[in-house]
């Protein structure tokens, strides 16, 4: 038999590959064997770390970041008729949430320096249905929040953070989940440490909190570890309409041993973002990520921008790549311009957003990189962008 023809001939960079080790091979192996496998002790656990490492007070952990946004939504009141502003250029589940809320998502365009929602834009969106406002840390960069907050406290308006990519990054030296009143984090393997899936919302605020941990299990009024060590026959009601969006002790098993090593992957991602800077530098037409003054780059991506005067079509330069053996990513998407959302809402005008998402290209990057394999994505990128 021979091999298929698509097989590229050298070995395949990946855009991304989780950091786990035997550490997660145990911890997940004793919960199996402590019988306790669905949400229990060690999602318990795993929320008490996060919350000490965010120094926040209260982390509700659930299935995936998806669904610790569409809680947050039912915990800021959005609802039907609401309207709730975020960016475009995110991943589709931030403006999916909104949906899923009943609301209506108001696109707003982002800086094209940061990538992050432009704060001198927001107010122009805001209308008398709006209820909310979604930041996005996009690709590990926190977004500007203080003027965002700001607007936010004068209009009366929630602000729900979408941290996904960002778990460790800080602004004006403060952790991201302990800045907004409600964040919401991804645990996926494409974000700085996963779970498999796995999602949290930290806050401060005790009601919220309470709310969320009742929302994300049917919306039942005891969880079943609360019932397990009572000393009395416990039984639950249910309030409001809830959900399963729990995460299981097997997945926080192994995101209680990922977090140990969260600040060494932090560590060796910057340390080979910048020096994809020094090496991408050299390549004309070809741009490298740049971080505003309050707030370090976490590189959950490494993202590189092409000029078109200079470059190869973006999509061909892909193409290329890969038949290199190199994985690359399209930037971040344009929401707006997805089929479901041009048929539900029509056509919305977000140019610094359209140029952004046409122009970007993420280069691989994860901890077992190697700098080798680092000169090669190099040489490759390189090669491959002239046009
Ligand atoms: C990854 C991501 C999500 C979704 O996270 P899941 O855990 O996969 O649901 C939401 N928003 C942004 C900005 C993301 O990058």
Same mark, same amino acid.
């Given at each position: 038999?021979?091999?298929?023809?698509?097989?590229?001939?050298?070995?395949?960079?990946?855009?991304?590959?989780?950091?786990?080790?035997?550490?997660?091979?145990?911890?997940?192996?004793?919960?199996?064997?402590?019988?306790?496998?669905?949400?229990?002790?060690?999602?318990?656990?795993?929320?008490?770390?996060?919350?000490?490492?965010?120094?926040?007070?209260?982390?509700?952990?659930?299935?995936?970041?998806?669904?610790? *946004?569409?809680?947050?939504?039912?915990?800021?009141?959005?609802?039907?008729?609401?309207?709730?502003?975020?960016?475009?250029?995110?991943?589709?589940?931030?403006?999916?949430?909104?949906?899923?809320?009943?609301?209506?998502?108001?696109?707003?365009?982002?800086?094209?320096?940061?990538?992050?929602?432009?704060?001198?834009?927001?107010?122009?969106?805001?209308?008398?249905?709006?209820?909310?406002?979604?930041?996005?840390?996009?690709?590990? *960069?926190?977004?500007?929040?203080?003027?965002?907050?700001?607007?936010?406290?004068?209009?009366?308006?929630?602000?729900?953070?979408?941290?996904?990519?960002?778990?460790?990054?800080?602004?004006?030296?403060?952790?991201?989940?302990?800045?907004?009143?409600?964040?919401?984090?991804?645990?996926?393997?494409?974000?700085?440490?996963?779970?498999?899936?796995?999602?949290?919302?930290?806050?401060?605020?005790?009601?919220?909190?309470?709310?969320?941990?009742?929302?994300?299990?049917?919306?039942?009024?005891?969880?079943?570890?609360?019932?397990?060590?009572?000393?009395?026959?416990?039984?639950?009601?249910?309030?409001?309409?809830?959900?399963?969006?729990?995460?299981?002790?097997?997945?926080?098993?192994?995101?209680?041993?990922?977090?140990?090593?969260?600040?060494?992957?932090?560590?060796?991602?910057?340390?080979?973002?910048?020096?994809?800077?020094?090496?991408?530098?050299?390549?004309?037409?070809?741009?490298?990520?740049?971080?505003?003054? #309050?707030?370090?780059?976490? #590189?959950?991506?490494?993202?590189?921008?092409?000029?078109?005067?200079?470059?190869?079509?973006?999509?061909?330069?892909?193409?290329?790549?890969?038949?290199?053996?190199?994985?690359?990513?399209?930037?971040?998407?344009?929401?707006?311009?997805?089929?479901? #959302?041009?048929?539900?809402?029509?056509?919305?005008?977000?140019?610094?957003?359209?140029?952004?998402?046409?122009?970007?290209?993420?280069?691989?990057?994860?901890?077992?990189?190697?700098?080798?394999?680092?000169?090669?994505?190099?040489?490759?990128?390189?090669?491959?962008?002239?046009?």
């Amino acid at each position: 038999m021979t091999s298929p023809t698509t097989t590229p001939a050298v070995t395949q960079i990946p855009i991304t590959k989780p950091y786990l080790g035997e550490e997660e091979i145990a911890a997940v192996a004793e919960a199996i064997r402590s019988g306790w496998v669905a949400q229990g002790p060690m999602v318990a656990k795993f929320e008490r770390l996060l919350a000490e490492r965010l120094g926040v007070e209260h982390v509700v952990a659930t299935s995936n970041c998806t669904t610790s *946004l569409h809680i947050a939504m039912i915990c800021a009141g959005v609802g039907a008729g609401d309207e709730v502003i975020v960016p475009s250029f995110t991943f589709i589940a931030t403006a999916n949430a909104v949906l899923y809320a009943g609301a209506r998502p108001v696109f707003v365009d982002i800086d094209p320096r940061t990538y992050n929602m432009d704060p001198t834009k927001v107010e122009a969106a805001i209308t008398p249905r709006t209820k909310a406002i979604v930041p996005v840390d996009q690709i590990g *960069l926190a977004a500007e929040l203080d003027p965002i907050l700001e607007i936010a406290q004068r209009h009366g308006l929630r602000v729900i953070e979408d941290a996904a990519p960002a778990l460790g990054a800080t602004y004006r030296g403060r952790p991201i989940g302990s800045i907004s009143p409600v964040t919401c984090f991804s645990f996926h393997p494409r974000k700085s440490i996963t779970t498999g899936e796995g999602g949290a919302i930290t806050t401060n605020d005790a009601e919220i909190a309470a709310r969320a941990r009742v929302l994300r299990s049917h919306g039942a009024s005891v969880s079943d570890l609360a019932r397990h060590n009572a000393s009395h026959v416990t039984i639950e009601e249910y309030d409001e309409l809830g959900y399963n969006y729990r995460m299981s002790d097997i997945h926080a098993a192994l995101g209680t041993v990922q977090l140990t090593r969260l600040d060494e992957i932090l560590a060796k991602r910057q340390h080979m973002a910048e020096r994809y800077n020094r090496l991408i530098a050299q390549i004309p037409g070809v741009s490298t990520p740049s971080a505003p003054d #309050y707030a370090p780059h976490t #590189y959950q991506s490494y993202c590189v921008r092409l000029d078109p005067e200079q470059c190869a079509p973006r999509d061909e330069v892909m193409e290329r790549m890969l038949q290199l053996g190199i994985a690359t990513r399209r930037g971040v998407m344009a929401i707006h311009e997805e089929p479901y #959302y041009v048929k539900r809402f029509g056509t919305v005008s977000l140019p610094v957003t359209e140029e952004a998402t046409r122009q970007t290209i993420l280069l691989p990057l994860f901890y077992e990189m190697t700098e080798e394999q680092q000169d090669r994505v190099v040489e490759a990128l390189h090669t491959t962008v002239r046009a």
